[in-house]
């Protein structure tokens, strides 16, 4: 089983939409991630958090670091938004610290 | 700032061949990683770096050798590229440990085939 596991693995949207992407991992961590890798490869962070909620015009990343899950909403949701969406969970340990991935969530917003 | 620079962005080996996967960074940070994403998979870290002179082993460093001579730098080296090594390569830099607190900055990739 992978240490993290999003879900769905392929979403489907009208322009519009409100969109939830889940992340939730099996491990203790020190940061979770949010990533978008848009068609042509390059990756951009979006969100780093360890506790609460974070916003960011239409997106908003929230975590329970009890229940080990983190979601990613997409408000008002466009075709521009169409991408990779990765979680990644930071992991301390005794021989330093490491990045877990997702698999990626692919988003596909028509217009 | 240019950020994380990667080079070449795609590039096609035959079996066998060697190349070096160049990757820069302008933002003086000493965390350095290289991931490689295969299709339908999350990323796997090859091999990382905390400061210059001083690389480890990732998840998956077996066809590869890294060196960080300096802080911008990290290249990645494939010798014997091999069939298996097929794969989109990312450079990423951090400002510090763990991630706990720092953002990851990514390069924009390279596309490597090996036939």
């Known amino acids: 089983k992978n240490e993290v596991e999003q879900s769905p693995q392929n979403l489907t949207a009208q322009e519009g939409e409100f969109i939830t992407i889940n992340c939730s991992y099996s491990?203790?961590?020190?940061?979770l991630h949010w990533l978008q890798q848009h068609p042509g490869g390059g990756i951009v962070s979006l969100f780093m958090?360890?506790?609460g909620k974070k916003k960011h015009g239409r997106l908003i990343a929230t975590i329970n670091i009890q229940e080990k899950h983190s979601s990613l909403h997409i408000t008002a949701s466009h075709p521009r938004d169409s991408a990779v969406y990765i979680c990644?969970?930071?992991?301390?340990?005794?021989?330093?610290?490491?990045?877990?991935f997702g698999e990626g969530t692919q988003l596909t917003v028509n217009p | 700032n240019a950020g994380v620079t990667q080079t070449p962005k795609f590039r096609i080996l035959k079996i066998g061949q060697s190349m070096t996967l160049q990757c820069a960074q302008d933002?003086?940070?000493?965390?350095m990683y290289w991931y490689r994403q295969d299709p339908g998979m999350g990323l796997k870290l090859i091999y990382y770096?905390?400061?210059?002179?001083?690389?480890d082993k990732g998840e998956v460093p077996n066809g590869y050798n890294v060196s960080r001579s300096t802080t911008e730098d990290f290249p990645l080296r494939l010798e014997l590229a091999a069939p298996s090594q097929t794969s989109v390569y990312f450079c990423?830099?951090?400002?510090?440990?763990?991630?706990?607190?720092?953002?990851?900055?990514f390069g924009e990739g390279s596309w490597l085939t090996v036939v």
């Open positions: 990644a969970v930071g992991i301390e340990g005794t021989s330093g610290s490491r990045l877990t």
């Open positions: 933002m003086n940070h000493n965390y």
């Open positions: 491990v203790g961590i020190s940061a």
């Open positions: 770096s905390v400061g210059a002179g001083i690389t």
């Open positions: 958090l360890s506790s």
């Open positions: 990423a830099a951090t400002l510090g440990s763990g991630h706990s607190g720092n953002t990851i900055y």
